[in-house]
């Protein structure tokens, strides 16, 4: 009687293999690939920034949370000559304004928790240090007056020139966060910033900010 032939024993190449298949360590397959480095997932080809620097989203410009932009106006990009305005941006989540309804002064309080904040230095040309320059002297002069005209109010009893008073300081907080503003953050996270009011030609000069 014919018997098969016994099965190999354990411990020899290729055991337990499909017929043809490699088996590493004997030749003529050699050992196995070494194992590749981590490679960053692709940012819709392109890695996900990690170092500091600069890039345009649309109307946006992106940087770093701490970062000093190049020696161009951003409002115009004409020649900053060396000038550099300092920036202390900071944001919150929007829905956060609605405590205002219920109490102005939590508002407040919550507002200087959850804000995120970032340290930004701009160029401007001359002709724009010039315009924030006036804007902040009319601020300062429309809330001058509208003190000036509330203490009038007091010393002769006139309701009316107290209430012109209250209008011109309000006017002058309103005027006074946005006439000698240059640029605002519209989002701040934990490691970018995304900022609005750079002019368009500025902004070309930027890579575009690699999405999801």
Request: hydrophobic fraction near 45%.
């Amino acid at each position: 009687m014919n018997y098969p032939p016994p099965p190999p024993p354990m411990n020899a190449p290729g055991y337990g293999a499909p017929p043809n298949a490699p088996s590493y360590g004997a030749p003529p397959y050699g050992a196995p690939p070494r194992p590749q480095p981590f490679a960053p997932m692709p940012f819709y080809g392109a890695p996900f920034p990690q170092e500091p620097g600069v890039w345009q989203d649309g109307l946006a410009l992106i940087t770093s949370k701490a970062i000093i932009l190049p020696d161009r106006c951003v409002k115009c990009n004409a020649p900053a000559n060396g000038y550099r305005l300092k920036r202390n941006l900071s944001w919150h989540d929007p829905l956060f304004y609605l405590i205002v309804l219920a109490s102005p002064l939590i508002y407040v309080i919550v507002a200087m928790i959850v804000r995120k904040r970032a340290r930004v230095d701009i160029g401007l040309c001359e002709s724009h240090k010039q315009n924030r320059s006036i804007a902040l002297f009319v601020a300062w002069f429309l809330f001058l007056a509208g003190v000036a005209a509330i203490v009038l109010a007091f010393a002769s009893e006139s309701g009316m020139i107290g209430l012109v008073g209250i209008l011109l300081v309000i006017a002058a907080a309103i005027y006074g966060s946005l006439g000698p503003r240059m640029i605002y953050a519209s989002k701040i996270d934990e490691r970018f910033a995304w900022i609005k009011g750079v002019n368009r030609e500025y902004l070309s000069q930027f890579p575009q900010w690699p999405r999801y």
